[in-house]
Nanobody, 124 residues
Framework: QVQLVESGGGLVQAGDSLRLSCAAS????????MGWFRQAPGKEREFVAA????????DYAESVKGRFTISRDIAKNTVYLQMNSLKPEDTAVYYC?????????????????WGQGTQVTVSS
């Protein structure tokens, strides 16, 4: 059974940085793609970034390009989201997700397993 556990969220000021972690367990993820999504109150869940477990190919939403970096540590079965130059509009619950195929996708419906989410709040 796949388990994804996010951590690292918190309350920061605009311009600060945070690093989110997603610890994955329950199977081999070598043929998986890992994604980060976020959901603000009253809004739909939106794509943030994705990375293929093998090869480390990445994709980002336009709104975070140049500020966020997704990476993975294969030995630790952990995916990270380094967030720099945070803005108030980055405030949301951030979710880690996995899809059972290699291939960068940005739709939440392409991902089958989800973590419980971690809150990120950026004050102005």
């Amino acid at each position: 059974q796949v388990q994804l556990v996010e951590s690292g969220g918190g309350l920061v000021q605009a311009g600060d940085s945070l690093r989110l972690s997603c610890a994955a367990s329950g199977r081999s993820f070598s043929s998986h793609t890992m994604g980060w999504f976020r959901q603000a109150p009253g809004k739909e869940r939106e794509f943030v970034a994705a990375i293929t477990w093998s090869g480390g190919l990445t994709d980002y939403a336009e709104s975070v390009k140049g500020r966020f970096t997704i990476s993975r540590d294969i030995a630790k079965n952990t995916v990270y989201l380094q967030m720099n130059s945070l803005k108030p509009e980055d405030t949301a619950v951030y979710y880690c997700a996995t899809r059972r195929f290699l291939g960068l996708r940005s739709s939440p419906t392409d991902y089958s397993n989800w973590g419980q989410g971690t809150q990120v709040t950026v004050s102005s």
